[in-house]
């Protein structure tokens, strides 16, 4: 079965930082661009960061650029979102996906003041 599973998430103090992993299996998605994407209480769901399988190219939310970084290890089928300098705003359940057919169940991440 595909399955998409995310761990990482947690309660942080702003301006720390957090790292989210993903691990992909049940299929092969060398034909798929990795993504993250958050929903915050009340919001849409919105795009966060992508790349690549290969590694090849990545892009970020303007929110998050500069901040996040999105990487791949292919040897262990996993996907990775270092998140520094964290903001309240940034709190959110985060989804590891292969858009538009595979999601992960999402993993919590709560920045406090």
């Known amino acids: 079965q595909v399955q998409l599973v995310e761990s990482g998430g947690g309660l942080v103090q702003a301006g720390g930082s957090l790292r989210l992993s993903c691990v992909a299996s049940g299929r092969s998605f060398s034909n798929y661009a990795m993504a993250w994407f958050r929903q915050a209480p009340g919001k849409e769901r919105e795009f966060v960061a992508r790349?690549?399988?290969?590694?090849?190219?990545?892009y970020y939310a303007d929110s998050v650029r500069g901040r996040f970084t999105i990487s791949s290890d292919n040897a262990k089928n996993m996907v990775y979102l270092q998140m520094n300098s964290l903001k309240p705003e940034d709190t959110a359940v985060y989804y590891c996906?292969?858009?538009?057919?595979?999601w992960g169940q999402g993993t919590q991440v709560t920045v406090s003041s």
């Open positions: 996906a292969a858009p538009p057919r595979y």
């Open positions: 790349i690549s399988w290969s590694g090849g190219s990545t």
